[in-house]
């Protein structure tokens, strides 16, 4: 059974920092794409950022661009969202997924999806 993992959600002032995990585990993720998207009230899943398991490609989102950065632990099975400068619009749940994208922003192209993780930033 593959499981995803969210943490590191919470409640930040406007310009301070989070740092979201994601554990995988149920099988091998190696030549998988691993992302993050988001979703906030009243409106559509959006892609934030992806890294592929192997090689270690990134892309992000226009809007996070400079101010999150993706990254990976293969030892632990671990992928991290580093948040900096946050934004009263970066408020949203924030989701983990897994798969073999073709496009990775689209998110009807990955298969795994964690539970998701609440950031807040007041303003």
């Known amino acids: 059974q593959v499981l995803l993992v969210e943490s590191g959600g919470g409640l930040v002032q406007a310009g301070g920092s989070l740092r979201l995990s994601c554990a995988a585990s149920g099988r091998t993720f190696s030549g998988y794409a691993m992302a993050w998207f988001r979703q906030a009230p009243g409106k559509e899943r959006e892609f934030v950022a992806a890294?592929?398991?192997?090689?270690?490609?990134?892309y992000y989102a226009d809007p996070v661009k400079g101010r999150f950065t993706i990254s990976r632990d293969n030892a632990k099975n671990t992928v991290y969202l580093q948040m900096n400068s946050l934004k009263p619009e970066d408020t949203a749940v924030y989701y983990c997924?897994?798969?073999?994208?073709?496009?990775?922003?689209?998110?009807?192209?990955?298969?795994?999806w964690g539970q998701g993780t609440q950031v807040t930033v007041s303003s």
């Open positions: 997924a897994a798969g073999l994208p073709v496009i990775v922003a689209a998110s009807s192209n990955y298969a795994y």
């Open positions: 890294i592929w398991w192997s090689g270690g490609s990134t």
